[in-house]
Structures are given as structure tokens and as C-alpha cells.
């Protein structure tokens, strides 16, 4: 069911007062939509100056007068309806609770009647399906991230509906009803397809990307209600002797057939029947299954040809090759999407590859005949070792050794690991190996990346998903320390103010972790909430800065458009040189600065460009004496850019009269060396000493072109020495007319000004580049590196992906 479907029954009541539903259901039911309403409300505020603010900014930097107009009158009829949104964005969230009892059958069978009284098959317009596209997008991303929530929800829902668990597409309240409400209360806007685009745009980030916890909040709302009190989720475990008989009956298939499935939480061993990673993707994850990520043994090393040939990865090239436009380690859904079960499968037969080469290197080394630790064990002896006091740093390789040898100690026998556990250390090393190239090791947050490590080994022994799902809260938190750490960071882009809330969110795991991913999720939500407090600050600051490029963009079309206007007046006149050169530096100044203020439909424009006329025609053919009320009104407009009194009478009389270059060449050669050491209104003494540069080659006339589309906020990676070492700059904003860029840190802080001429040329000599969604985030490319040497071992460097985030 599409998000953007709506209730198509006429006769369906709208409010909950006409639904005539039971007093203890209305009940429930207007405590629910009074929750929502109140949680939403600021949200919704927020989001309304911010849509206003942004159009207005759309209307200003437009390029075309086309699109300005378009701007300016949605600007206009936005402020005019704009009180009318969120009260009808409450009665459509009303209808739906009112309409909760209403049979699915019926509401199916009225559309189906409204459908065929056209008798007509019609298309879809194009801007229909992007506004649907949209807002399914939001609805899906925001189910996704509260699972648990939607879970728990759609049972509480189907009880006051008196009908079985209601799912997403029909449950009041959830993100879909939310979306689909929204675009209906849009319309009383009366705004352009452009324009509610940009609304849906901000909903989603300023709305939406709070509803998570409202839904969490809702749910316990209603259990207070009584309805289903109590209700929680509790995954199946499965019997040791399942496990045993799971594990028997891989160990019995044949070659390239071994179960690849996923161990419930707290097992050894894959359970018999249980689903794989992608078929867990969407239940509740509140305490929900675990798995292995470890590989079987008796693979053939060829993966299937759905995982092989790039089938399950869920993001398109397109996807992978757009800009990266998030601040650091900002949350991103670019990649959530995959087949988990199919990069899961890929991932083993890597595994087995890697190990069957080992094998032929070292033909004499025999497996280890000790009897291995269940992954129960293996889990609560990295428990003991998380517990304990911090001591020196160590790798997960001493962490195998240390716990093999305790084993040892505590059994008085030798102890191994299961293929499958042994395969999880060797997956995370490899993952640690890459970061710790990707990382600074002086960096404050370097240690806490070190600290992770055995929650993190413990995550993966139990969850296969760790390694095959990009929005794995473990992976996000572990993207989050990581990129605070990066070498792409300068010395200035990390807030000190940020490494409270790491030590924090890290402690916090440490201590509190002991199987439940929840952990990992309450940490991330709290870190979150100050990476996103630090993202306001800088988006602020990032704007500010903006706004100035603008000023120094409007102060140049001003002066461009002055030039033109007194260059078409002057002409082909004949007048003294000298007076040439006040009129093209001095007075160009002060039709610049008219321009600017006043506009060109200004009766002072007007004004100016009249009194420009009469200076050419004084200094051209008019009397030696000056004009003394023209000379008084040049003196005035020259004072107001900056002339000092006596300078300004100078000038005054010099382009007042029709003096010769040889009258008085003393006071002439003076009056040129004090304007030649001024400082022009607009002037760029940086940009007047560039030298001039050769044509753009074609490569770099089509980098050239290409920055010139690219969305503002792009990330851009600038060489810093001959090492290679680079650092991470956002081009925040760049101008059609000067051609000049503006880049600022993560931090928000103007760090400089490039023109895209020479930032094409500095991509083309590789000394720069445009960061990728697939390399955007760090662990992701971390991940890719571990991968890309796990098809060398296997063989297969030219196969794809193997993550869950798409990355080639």
C-alpha cells in the first residue's frame, strides 16, 4: 500500500466523536492523538520558519528571473496559509483513528467503485510519483529505525480495531498515516510541486527524524491505557538439543549446500530452521535474535549468483556515486536497503576461499585437534575480560591468545575456537587494521576506538548482521568514534566540546553491554543527540558565512552591471584621459554602490546615471570652469564611498570640467598615486593577483563543468603534502558570477575561498577530490578495504560488494 493512499469511502466518519466507537476505545484514542499532536507541535513550528527562511533563500540565489518569481509567490502564498497546515494535519490524523474500525474489504471495494466509474485508464503525472516516492522513502526509513515500536503498535492497535495486529500501512499513527496526512493538509497551502518537494525535504529531517522516540512514547501511552499491558517482545530460543541437531546436519551436507544460517542468541551453533540476517530485518530488534557471521567450512568458495554478481546490495551506482553532503558522522540511510542474507552468504564463501588458499600455503599445519569453546563460553570470557579493569591496549589477536590460554588454565587441557567464532576475530582484526589506517593515532577519540573492541567482538560473535548491515547500531556507534578520529580531520575541525559525550556513549556500552543491542542503541541515541546539537551550530555558522559570499556576489554583479552602464555612456566620446580613468575608477565606485542599495528601478539609479551623463558631456565639451551644482553633488556621492573631503573636491572639479591632461601635471601625478594605492569598493587584491592561466584542457573543462551542478554542501578532499595526507573541506556555497567557491570545516568555520577553475585543475592534477557517498562514511570504506583483501585471498578481485551498504 502506498504511502500516499488515501481513504477513498465518503461516507467514512472524520472525527472520533462521529466514529461511534466504544467510550474506552475514543478514549485511548484521543489520549494518542493529543500525545502525537503535543510531540509534534514544536517540531512542526520549527520546521515552518525553516521552510520560509529556505525559500526565501531559494528566491534569493535563484539564477533565473523564472525561478525567483516562482519562489517569491510561493513565499507569498505560503505566509498567507501557512497557519492552516498543521491544524489540518491533525484532522487527517484524526480521520485516520476514526475510520479504525472500518472492514479493509470495504474501504478496498469503494475504491475499486470510485475507480471504475471513470472507465478510463490515466497516468500518473511525473510530479505524483516523485511526491510518492518522497514521502514512501520517509515512511520506510522511519519504520526501520523504530521496528520494536511499530511491533508492539500494530498489536495495541489491532486490539482497539477489534481485529487481528494491524501492519504499517494501516496503523494509525505510524509513519506512513503520518506521510500520507501530510501531503493532503499540504494542498491548503497552495504551493508548486518544487515548493511541497522542499516541504516533504524538511519534514523528514526536522519532523520525522524525531518520530522514533514519539512511537516508543505512544506505545507506552497505550500500555498505561491498559491496552495489552505488559506487552513486550521475546525472541524463540532454540533447545541445545535443536542446536546440537542443526549443527550435525550441516556438518552432513554436502559441498557448497552447508547451512549458511544465522545462530539464535546465545548459541554455538546455527539453529535449525532459523532465518538468515535479511529475513530478521524486519521484526522487532529489541531483544531479538543473534547470529554468527562465521563461515562454514565446506563452501566451495563460489557464491551464489544472485550474492555474486551484486544482486543483493541495495544501493544503485548512481547511488554510490552521488556527493557526499554529511556533516561528520551524521546518521545516513543511503545504504540501509540490501539483501542481508545474500551479502551474508557472499561473505562465507570469501571466508572459505581465504581459508582453502591458506591451506595450500601451509599443507603440513593440521587443524587444531583441542575440543572448541561454544560461543556461550567464548561470550561470557570476553564478558569477564570487558569487565575487568582497564589495562595496555591490545589487538584482537592478543584478545584470541589471552582467552585460549585462560581456557587452558581453566580446564588443564588445550582449548580452539569454532570455525565460525574463529572467522569473527579474524573479520573484526581485519576491520580494526584498515581503520587504524584510516585514523590519526594522536587523536583524542583514537583510544576509545581501542576500548570497543571487546563489545564489539562480542556483537559480532552473537549478530551476523554486524557485518552485513550498514544501520547496525554497533556499526554506527563504531562510525561515530571512528570518523572523530579520522586523519581527514585538521587540528581545528573536532570540537573538544564532543569528547565528553564519547568517552560517555563508550563507557556506557562497556559497562552495560552483556548481549542486548539496546545498549548500543541508547548510546548512539545520546551521542547522537549531541552530534546533531554540534551539526546546528555549525549549519548556523556555515549559513552566516553564506550570506556574506552572497553580499561580496551582489557587490560584484553591482559593480559588473555600473561598468556596463558607464562604458555604454562613454562610448566612443573623446575626452582627457585623466577623466576617463576618474569616471572608470572613482565614479564607477559610486554608480556601484547606488546600484547596490537602491536597485535599478530607483529613482537614485536614475539620478546617478543622468549626472553621469552630464560629467561626460562637461568633461568632453563643457567649459573649463566646473559646474558648481554638479560639482557638489560628485563631491557628495564620492564622500559616501569612502573620498576624503579634499580628494573628493578634486575629483569633483576634474569631472566637472573640461581641464586637459597637461593643466597641472604636479597635482594630476599626485591625485593618481593616492588613487592608485586605494582600495576599490568590492576590490579582491587576492583575486586581482592570480595570474592568468591557460585554457582548460578538455578533462578539466569537464570537471569545470561538473562543479558547477554540484549540490551545495559537497565534501571535497584536499591533498595537504606529498605523504598523500588530506584533508576534508564542505564547499558550502559557490557563485555562477564570480566563480568563486566558499569551503568551510566540519565545524562550520570559514577555512577559505577557491575559484572552480582552479579547484578543476587541482582534481585533474589529483590534488583534489569530490567525495562519494561510497566513500563518505569511514567504516564502510574501512570495510570495503577488508573485503577487497579477502577477494585477493580468494581470487576474486573483481567480484562486488559484500556489505549491506553497497559499496563496489
Same mark, same amino acid.
Given at each position: 500500500m502506498s504511502v500516499t493512499t488515501p481513504n477513498n469511502d465518503a461516507t467514512a466518519p472524520r472525527t472520533l466523536a462521529a466514529a461511534g466507537l466504544p467510550r474506552r476505545v475514543r478514549k485511548a484514542l484521543e489520549s494518542a492523538l493529543a500525545l502525537v499532536s503535543a510531540e509534534l507541535d514544536n517540531y512542526l513550528g520549527a520546521m515552518l520558519d525553516e521552510f520560509e527562511q529556505e525559500l526565501f533563500r531559494l528566491a534569493d540565489r535563484a539564477r533565473n528571473p523564472g525561478s525567483e518569481s516562482n519562489f517569491v509567490q510561493a513565499l507569498r502564498t505560503f505566509r498567507l496559509n501557512r497557519s492552516d497546515l498543521v491544524p489540518q494535519l491533525m484532522l487527517e490524523l484524526e480521520a485516520s483513528l476514526a475510520t479504525l474500525r472500518a472492514p479493509p474489504a470495504a474501504q478496498g471495494k469503494a475504491s475499486v467503485r470510485e475507480a471504475g466509474s471513470h472507465l478510463l485508464l490515466t497516468l500518473v503525472e511525473d510530479a505524483a510519483m516523485d511526491e510518492d516516492g518522497i514521502l514512501r522513502e520517509i515512511a520506510s526509513r522511519q519504520e526501520g529505525r523504530a521496528t520494536l515500536a511499530m511491533h508492539l503498535l500494530g498489536q495495541r492497535f489491532g486490539v482497539l480495531a477489534g481485529s487481528p495486529a494491524i501492519d504499517a500501512a494501516r496503523l494509525p499513527l505510524g509513519p506512513q498515516s503520518v506521510c500520507r496526512a501530510l501531503r493532503t493538509a499540504s494542498r491548503a497551502l497552495d504551493i508548486g510541486v518544487e515548493s511541497r518537494e522542499l516541504l516533504f525535504r524538511l519534514f523528514d529531517r526536522m519532523v520525522m527524524g524525531h518520530y522514533a522516540p514519539v512511537l516508543e512514547k505512544l506505545d507506552a501511552a497505550l500500555d498505561r491505557e491498559g491496552v495489552l499491558p505488559g506487552l513486550t517482545y521475546v525472541p524463540m530460543r532454540v533447545r541445545a538439543t535443536a542446536r546440537e541437531q542443526a549443527h550435525e546436519a550441516a556438518a552432513n551436507a554436502a559441498p557448497g549446500q552447508a547451512a549458511s544460517r544465522p545462530r539464535a542468541r546465545g548459541t554455538g551453533e546455527a539453529a535449525q530452521g532459523a532465518p538468515g540476517p535479511a529475513a530478521g530485518a524486519g521484526r522487532p530488534a529489541g531483544n531479538g535474535e543473534r547470529g554468527s557471521p562465521a563461515v562454514d567450512g565446506r563452501s566451495t568458495g563460489h557464491a551464489d549468483a544472485g550474492a555474486a554478481h551484486g544482486h543483493g546490495t541495495g544501493a544503485t551506482h548512481a547511488d554510490l556515486q552521488r556527493p557526499h553532503t554529511g556533516w561528520m558522522a551524521e546518521t545516513s540511510s543511503a545504504f540501509e536497503n540490501s539483501d542481508e542474507q545474500a551479502d551474508y552468504q557472499a561473505l562465507q564463501q570469501l571466508m572459505a576461499g581465504r581459508r582453502a588458499l591458506i591451506g595450500k600455503l601451509r599443507p603440513g599445519q593440521a587443524a587444531s585437534a583441542a575440543p572448541p569453546l561454544s560461543t556461550d563460553d567464548?561470550? +561470557? &570470557? #570476553? @564478558?569477564?575480560? !570487558?569487565? &575487568?579493569?582497564?589495562?595496555?591496549? +591490545?589487538?584482537?589477536?592478543?584478545? +584470541?591468545?589471552? #582467552?585460549?590460554a585462560q581456557a587452558r588454565q581453566k580446564r588443564g587441557k588445550g582449548a580452539s575456537l569454532s570455525q565460525r567464532d574463529n572467522d569473527t576475530f579474524e573479520l573484526l582484526h581485519m576491520l580494526y587494521g584498515q581503520l587504524e589506517g584510516e585514523i590519526s593515532r594522536d587523536a583524542p577519540a583514537s583510544a576509545l576506538l581501542r576500548r570497543l573492541q571487546l563489545p564489539l567482538l562480542r556483537v559480532a560473535l552473537q549478530d551476523p548482521a554486524f557485518f552485513v548491515r550498514a544501520a547496525h547500531p554497533a556499526r554506527q556507534l563504531l562510525n561515530t568514534v571512528a570518523e572523530t578520529a579520522a586523519k581527514w580531520l585538521d587540528k581545528d575541525d573536532f570540537d573538544p566540546q564532543l569528547l565528553p559525550p564519547l568517552q560517555q556513549a563508550v563507557s556506557h556500552v562497556i559497562d552495560k553491554y552483556d548481549g542486548d543491542d539496546a545498549v548500543f542503541e541508547d548510546s548512539n541515541r545520546a551521542l547522537q543527540a549531541h552530534l546533531q546539537a554540534q551539526v546546528r551550530r555549525a549549519e548556523m555558522l556555515e549559513r552566516r558565512h553564506v550570506e556574506a559570499a552572497r553580499g561580496k556576489e551582489k557587490l560584484e554583479v553591482a559593480k559588473l552591471r555600473a561598468g556596463k552602464a558607464l562604458a555604454d555612456m562613454l562610448g566612443d566620446q573623446r575626452i582627457p584621459k585623466f577623466s576617463r580613468?576618474?569616471?572608470?575608477?572613482?565614479? &564607477?565606485?559610486?554608480?556601484?554602490?547606488?546600484?547596490? +542599495? !537602491? @536597485?535599478?528601478?530607483? !529613482?537614485?539609479? !536614475? @539620478?546617478?546615471?543622468?549626472a553621469t551623463r552630464r560629467i561626460i558631456q562637461a568633461c568632453g565639451h563643457g567649459a573649463d570652469a566646473a559646474d558648481p551644482a554638479l560639482a557638489t553633488h560628485v563631491e557628495g556621492a564620492l564622500s559616501q564611498v569612502g573620498y576624503h573631503a579634499e580628494e573628493a573636491a578634486i575629483i569633483a572639479n576634474r569631472l566637472t570640467s573640461s581641464r586637459s591632461d597637461e593643466d597641472d601635471p604636479a597635482s594630476r601625478t599626485e591625485l593618481a598615486m593616492k588613487l592608485k594605492a586605494r582600495t576599490r569598493l568590492g576590490e579582491d587584491s587576492a583575486r586581482a593577483r592570480r595570474p592568468d592561466l591557460p585554457p582548460r584542457t578538455p578533462e578539466e573543462q569537464a570537471r569545470y563543468e561538473q562543479l558547477r551542478v554540484m549540490p551545495f554542501g559537497t565534501f571535497i578532499e584536499f591533498v595537504t603534502n606529498q605523504q598523500g595526507d588530506v584533508v576534508r573541506r564542505r564547499l558550502s556555497w559557490f557563485s555562477p558570477v564570480t566563480d568563486n567557491a566558499l569551503f568551510v570545516n566540519q565545524r562550520g568555520q570559514r577555512v577559505g575561498e577557491h575559484s572552480l577553475d582552479a579547484l578543476a585543475r587541482m582534481i585533474v592534477a589529483d590534488q583534489a577530490r569530490i567525495v562519494t557517498a561510497e566513500r563518505g562514511r569511514l567504516v564502510d570504506r574501512a570495510w570495503q578495504a577488508a573485503m577487497r583483501t579477502l577477494r585477493s585471498f580468494a581470487g576474486r578481485g573483481d567480484a562486488p560488494a559484500i556489505t549491506g551498504d553497497g559499496l563496489p
Open positions: 567464548v561470550f +561470557r &570470557a #570476553l @564478558g569477564t575480560l !570487558q569487565a &575487568a579493569p582497564e589495562a595496555s591496549p +591490545r589487538n584482537l589477536m592478543d584478545i +584470541r591468545q589471552s #582467552l585460549l580613468a576618474l569616471l572608470n575608477q572613482a565614479w &564607477a565606485d559610486v554608480l556601484t554602490l547606488t546600484l547596490l +542599495r !537602491q @536597485g535599478e528601478d530607483s !529613482q537614485e539609479w !536614475q @539620478g546617478q546615471l543622468d
